[in-house]
């Protein structure tokens, strides 16, 4: 058996001087005119997922999936957390591979149902898990090995950077930008984990 020390998610380490809060990326990789202005319904069992929130039920253990759902007015507030979060910080540690990729690479049909963002992380050159952002239907899954590192340890974190208010989509404006850039400061407030649940990652040789 081979031990490898995992790496610890410090919080603290995640410089507010380096984090651009505004949208104008987002809005320019990600216009409007690509979006859905209308939801497509959820299927399978994808229709009982909450509102940014997690039920772990809703799928088998052994799946190890989870989803969970936004409204269409938060699609580009969420992008733009998803950037922050894994690009921004998990992309800037050097034991850590963070993938980013549009399924198809150009969206152009609007509704179409297939239109997704997925980021696979990756640790020692083994994925950890994949998160899929499907557009025109709101849904957010993850599914790998490290689902529930996932589920308690990041969503909080993103949970704290989107914020609970539909009303701060406008991240334009002075005051919520004021918001998410208090909020990234606080991060390091939030029970942060071993990327790893365990000390130590057994490998066999």
């Not at 049909?109 to 898990?129: A, K, M, T």
């Not at 689902?147 to 969503?155: A, K, Q, S």
């Amino acid at each position: 058996m081979t031990t490898t020390s995992a790496a610890k998610i410090n919080m603290t380490d995640f410089e507010l001087s380096n984090i651009d809060v505004s949208m104008d990326k987002v809005f320019r990789e990600y216009p409007t005119t690509i979006l859905p202005q209308k939801l497509n319904k959820r299927t399978g069992k994808a229709k009982n997922c909450l509102y940014e929130q997690i039920d772990v039920n809703i799928y088998e253990k052994e799946a190890r999936i989870i989803t969970f759902h936004t409204s269409l007015e938060r699609i580009h507030l969420w992008i733009k957390t998803l950037d922050i979060f894994y690009y921004d910080f998990l992309g800037s540690k050097n034991d850590l591979d963070i993938k980013w990729c549009d399924i198809p690479e150009c969206w152009t049909d609007p509704n179409h149902q297939g239109n997704s963002i997925v980021i696979e992380v990756s640790q020692l050159e083994r994925l950890q898990y994949k998160l899929t952002f499907f557009v025109t239907t709101g849904t957010i899954m993850v599914q790998g090995t490290e689902y529930m590192t996932f589920t308690n340890t990041h969503f909080p974190i993103l949970k704290g950077i989107s914020g609970n208010n539909s009303a701060g989509m406008d991240t334009n404006n002075k005051e919520h930008a004021d918001e998410l850039n208090q909020t990234i400061v606080h991060l390091d407030t939030l029970d942060t984990h071993t990327f790893l649940q365990a000390s130590a990652l057994d490998m066999d040789d």
